[in-house]
């Protein structure tokens, strides 16, 4: 009688999490950023077994669930962060990173006690990096001072969701929503 390695089941695990994204690109890659260098089985099972698949299920649209589930899994810092990014302009590329985390800054929203004593922007651009690593942010350039940086459509619509009466948003014609 043989135990099946954790290695085995979190590849089974993965498989079902993959068809629960619908197979779509953007889904699978967020939440494989979550779950990377996760080896709880209990971590994996959480997000499969997640009621989260069930409430957004209308239609074909399974990305949204799993974003959702992504946006969950974050540490709090970050999910104050992305709840300021409804202020970047849907369908707009070359965002630059000094203006968002200058937001951030006056958000109140970083904090250097946390992280040596280190200069604000420097935790931002800490903070941006993690979420750039989560694939909340795509098409990223280094510049030498920053990075410039746009945003999916869904993962906007996300973001937009989750910060519901948090912000004011103003959409690319300037219109205040």
């Given at each position: 009688?043989?135990?099946?390695?954790?290695?085995?089941?979190?590849?089974?695990?993965?498989?079902?999490?993959?068809?629960?994204?619908?197979?779509?690109?953007?889904?699978?890659?967020?939440?494989?950023?979550?779950?990377?260098?996760?080896?709880?089985?209990?971590?994996?099972?959480?997000?499969?077994?997640?009621?989260i698949w069930e409430l957004e299920r209308e239609g074909d649209d399974h990305i949204?669930?799993?974003l959702r589930l992504s946006y969950t899994q974050l540490p709090s810092h970050l999910?104050?962060?992305?709840?300021?990014?409804?202020?970047?302009?849907?369908?707009?590329?070359?965002?630059?990173?000094?203006?968002?985390?200058?937001?951030?800054?006056?958000?109140?929203?970083?904090?250097?006690?946390?992280?040596?004593?280190?200069?604000?922007?420097?935790?931002?651009?800490?903070?941006?990096?993690?979420?750039?690593?989560?694939?909340?942010?795509?098409?990223?350039?280094?510049?030498?001072?920053?990075?410039?940086?746009?945003?999916?459509?869904?993962?906007?619509?996300?973001?937009?969701?989750?910060?519901?009466?948090?912000?004011?948003?103003?959409?690319?014609?300037?219109?205040?929503?």
């Open positions: 009688q043989g135990v099946e390695p954790r290695g085995s089941r979190l590849v089974e695990i993965g498989k079902d999490i993959v068809r629960k994204c619908g197979g779509v690109p953007l889904a699978v890659k967020t939440l494989g950023c979550q779950l990377y260098s996760k080896t709880d089985e209990r971590q994996w099972k959480l997000i499969r077994d997640s009621e949204l669930p799993a999910k104050q962060c992305l709840a300021c990014c409804p202020i970047l302009p849907k369908n707009y590329t070359d965002f630059d990173s000094r203006e968002l985390i200058s937001h951030w800054m006056a958000h109140g929203i970083l904090e250097s006690r946390d992280h040596g004593n280190m200069q604000l922007e420097d935790v931002g651009e800490l903070y941006f990096k993690e979420l750039w690593e989560r694939s909340f942010f795509q098409n990223v350039k280094d510049c030498t001072f920053c990075y410039t940086f746009d945003m999916h459509d869904l993962i906007h619509d996300l973001v937009q969701s989750v910060a519901q009466g948090e912000s004011l948003t103003v959409d690319s014609a300037g219109t205040k929503g």
